[in-house]
């Protein structure tokens, strides 16, 4: 492959073990510009177990339609990075400037800007019209007031999980916990979960504001109890030591078929809500039919974004929802960027080999808790 042909990664929508480096269907030598088109260079983009669940739910959820592979039966991985313009033919677009957003895993991504303003623009690409409007938006980073160069590596390995994690905070509050007096978040060591955990641990002390506990493994057992948000951590083998009459809510970061029986079975009727958000353990995703207890729902950010997103009294309003988010995320910003006490160390890597093994750590489960990879294909 030549620089010009750029790099992507493709996943064999069949088999998510099966991956394979190719030239990029974006790249200059493979598509000529448009009029009212921009081609964008990626800089560099972060993998974690997020990208693991778009690529679970590609299909159901339609991740895989953001950024079409030519051979339908493999799909492009979508990530959160930062890319520089490097062709234009958009107005008020210019060659040079740095975007953060939603980016296919490879070195090239062509878009169809519009709505074009002094934070960013949206991408109006047909294919994507139908999709989540969130993921089409593009930020300007010289306009947002929480972007520096120096903490690129923590913005795109949290920000996506964290907006992910204050929605789901704002989902449960909003519903006022669905009456329950504790929270259960299993795969609690992981990222999406210790930004919920974060979040809910604001509310401490307030009126109607459950208990929340982790569940993880053994292994993570100490380093989630380390996080100090929740109020406490058991392991998934001390399920059913946990106090059965209690009003609760399941909110499942692991997708692991046999735990979700294991809490729906041993809370039955007192499990107020169920909530499936993620896949960190893929694998074992299973199904939610004949559980005891309240139906798994899928948690799909977008719709709450949507929601407080809309104007007054129906919803927020978009600058006060972004306000509201933006605060929020400084707050974890300031906690997790910590120099004296870093809970996140960001790991960078270059190149085809370093980023397919990257996914596949991640896909089977093994990556570093404490590490955040950032990973590019630019030579």
Not at 244 to 260: C, E, H, I, K
Not at 286 to 297: D, F, K, M, N
Not at 306 to 311: C, D, F, L, Q
Request: charged share 15%; glycine share 10%.
């Amino acid at each position: 492959m030549t620089l010009e042909a750029g790099q992507r990664l493709l996943i064999a929508r069949a088999d998510l073990h099966h991956t394979r480096i190719a030239a990029d269907p974006d790249s200059p030598a493979l598509r000529p510009l448009q009029p009212g088109q921009v081609r964008l260079s990626i800089a560099h983009f972060s993998l974690t177990a997020n990208n693991i669940t778009y690529a679970a739910f590609g299909e159901a959820m339609k991740y895989w339609q953001f950024f079409p592979a030519p051979d339908a039966a493999w799909g492009c991985l979508p990530v959160w990075g930062f890319a520089v313009v490097a062709e234009t033919q958009a107005e008020g677009v210019a060659v040079g400037r740095r975007v953060w957003g939603y980016f296919p895993a490879g070195t090239h991504l062509v878009v169809q800007p519009t709505r074009v303003g002094a934070a960013g623009f949206v991408d109006a690409a047909p294919h994507r019209q139908e999709l989540a409007a969130v993921y089409n938006q593009y930020t300007w980073c010289d306009a947002d007031p929480t972007w520096r160069a120096d903490t690129e590596g923590l913005q795109a390995v949290l920000k996506p999980l964290f907006t992910t994690s204050f929605l789901i905070d704002d989902f449960l509050a909003d519903n006022g916990f669905f009456g329950a007096r504790q929270l259960l978040l299993s795969s609690a060591s992981s990222k999406t979960a210790y930004g919920t955990a974060f979040c809910l641990a604001q509310r401490r002390g307030t009126v109607g504001a459950p208990t929340v506990v982790g569940l993880t493994s053994a292994g993570h057992l100490d380093f989630t109890r380390s996080l100090g948000v929740y109020d406490s951590a058991r392991t998934y083998g001390e399920v059913p030591t946990l106090d059965a009459q209690v009003p609760t809510v399941y909110v499942d970061f692991a997708g692991n078929a046999a735990l979700r029986r294991a809490v729906h079975e041993h809370f039955g009727a007192a499990l107020a809500y169920s909530s499936s958000i993620g896949g960190t353990h893929w694998a074992e995703l299973g199904s939610g039919a004949g559980l005891p207890g309240p139906r798994p729902a899928l948690f799909f950010a977008p719709a709450q974004i949507k929601k407080r997103g809309a104007p007054p009294p129906e919803g927020w309003g978009r600058d006060a929802l972004q306000q509201r988010l933006g605060e929020a995320w400084a707050a974890f910003l300031t906690r997790v960027g910590r120099a004296d006490d870093p809970w996140l160390h960001i790991v960078t890597e270059r190149g085809a080999p370093a980023l397919e093994s990257a996914y596949a750590s991640l896909l089977n489960g093994q990556a570093d808790a404490r590490a955040g990879l950032m990973l590019t294909l630019q030579p």
